[in-house]
């Protein structure tokens, strides 16, 4: 059992998996939303997670109710997801729960 072993946080990147692993181990452990969050699996990391590390998009704003991070794509890489860092000061006006900044810089 992962409280067993000691882990009091899991962190799950897929809503479906999400769904899934909490329908095992319940609330043994706390769960956070880790994968890019679409607007349609809002209702699921709302009904399981404690945090979402991965907000960046106005609709899945306007249907999280959870405290988040905001993805913010530090590089411009058109394959990560994110926002861009000019457009923070504006998003962070959509959501009043934001609890920091999740960013992936780039490889240099």
Not at 10 to 34: C, F, I, M, P
Not at 35 to 57: F, P
Not at 70 to 96: D, M, W
Request: hydrophobic share 40%; with cysteine.
């Amino acid at each position: 059992m992962l409280a067993e072993a000691g882990v009091e946080v899991v962190g799950e990147n897929r809503a479906q998996d999400l769904a899934a692993k909490h329908a095992e181990y319940a609330d043994t452990v706390r769960w956070h939303g880790s994968g890019h969050l679409q607007s349609r699996k809002a209702k699921t990391v709302n009904a399981i997670c404690e945090l979402c590390h991965s907000l960046d998009s106005k609709s899945a704003a306007a249907k999280l109710t959870i405290p988040a991070l905001v993805e913010v794509n530090l590089s411009g890489e058109p394959t990560k997801s994110g926002i861009a860092p000019e457009e923070l000061g504006a998003f962070l006006e959509l959501y009043a729960d934001v609890r920091g900044l999740m960013t992936m810089p780039p490889f240099t």
